[in-house]
């Protein structure tokens, strides 16, 4: 904020699987140093391609449930057949170092966020054009087989109905577009006057009390 200290934002990138989240998010990161991407738990396999604790902390089933247990995250859904949930204590630190969080978390994860950091989540929801580009998207990616696609575009469905749960909704047509669209979103919402928490001594400061 110009210099002056400020808390952390959390950006929430949602949108049904194939929308586009994942490479909105990395554009966005691409090109901002002080954005980190919030490495979640998870109960599903590995993609081909993907790292432990890079892409996901890949764990198992009783070690998810005691994370939970032990409160240590800040939010879990059960998302398609597979558990997934964000770790509280980098979330507290990066709010605390005045750095910003990037989270590819579904809408029941936002919701739980939300609740938990009223005035520290900043979310956007990603709607695609029409259903057939989200399924020709979905299809293109040809990680996941045929029935996981089919599944997953029988899902969109019902995860785009929550889309006015978000602060900000794109129509993600055209990458570069979205990209810039979400970028003008963090810019501003990095100077709300509420995380601003050096205003006050600056202020004093330039008024010289
Ligand atoms: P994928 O298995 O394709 O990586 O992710 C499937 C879905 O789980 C996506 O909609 C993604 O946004 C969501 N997801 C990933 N991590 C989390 C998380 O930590 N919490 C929640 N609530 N959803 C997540």
Same mark, same amino acid.
Do not use: C
């Given at each position: =904020?110009?210099?002056?200290?400020?808390?952390?934002?959390?950006?929430?990138?949602?949108?049904?699987?194939?929308?586009? !989240?994942?490479?909105?998010?990395?554009?966005?990161?691409?090109?901002?140093?002080?954005?980190?991407?919030?490495?979640?738990?998870?109960?599903?396999?590995?993609?081909?391609?993907?790292? %432990?604790?890079?892409?996901?902390?890949?764990?198992?089933?009783?070690?998810?449930?005691?994370?939970?247990?032990?409160?240590? =995250?800040?939010?879990?859904?059960?998302?398609?057949?597979?558990?997934?949930?964000?770790?509280?204590?980098?979330?507290? !630190? $990066?709010?605390?170092?005045?750095?910003?969080?990037?989270?590819?978390?579904?809408?029941?994860?936002?919701?739980?966020?939300?609740?938990?950091?009223?005035?520290?989540?900043?979310?956007?929801?990603?709607?695609?054009?029409? =259903?057939?580009?989200?399924?020709?998207?979905?299809?293109?990616?040809?990680?996941?087989?045929?029935?996981?696609?089919?599944?997953? =575009? $029988?899902?969109?469905?019902?995860?785009?109905?929550?889309?006015?749960?978000?602060?900000?909704?794109?129509?993600?047509?055209?990458? %570069?577009?979205?990209?810039?669209?979400?970028?003008?979103?963090?810019?501003?919402?990095?100077?709300?006057?509420?995380?601003?928490?050096?205003?006050?001594?600056?202020?004093?400061?330039?008024?010289?009390?």
């Amino acid at each position: =904020m110009n210099g002056i200290a400020r808390r952390g934002l959390l950006l929430v990138l949602s949108s049904p699987s194939g929308g586009g !989240k994942t490479s909105v998010g990395r554009a966005l990161r691409e090109t901002d140093a002080n954005l980190h991407l919030s490495v979640s738990l998870t109960t599903r396999p590995p993609r081909p391609g993907e790292t %432990d604790g890079i892409d996901y902390h890949f764990v198992d089933e009783p070690t998810f449930l005691r994370a939970v247990a032990a409160d240590a =995250m800040v939010e879990h859904a059960q998302v398609y057949a597979h558990r997934y949930g964000t770790p509280r204590a980098p979330v507290a !630190k $990066a709010l605390d170092e005045g750095r910003d969080m990037l989270f590819d978390i579904d809408w029941q994860g936002t919701r739980q966020l939300r609740a938990a950091l009223p005035g520290d989540i900043v979310s956007i929801y990603l709607l695609p054009p029409s =259903m057939e580009e989200l399924s020709r998207r979905l299809a293109a990616r040809a990680q996941d087989d045929a029935a996981i696609v089919a599944r997953r =575009m $029988a899902q969109a469905a019902s995860e785009i109905a929550h889309w006015d749960e978000y602060d900000y909704v794109l129509v993600n047509r055209d990458f %570069d577009e979205t990209v810039a669209a979400a970028r003008s979103i963090l810019a501003a919402e990095r100077l709300r006057r509420s995380r601003g928490t050096g205003l006050a001594p600056f202020v004093s400061r330039l008024l010289g009390s």
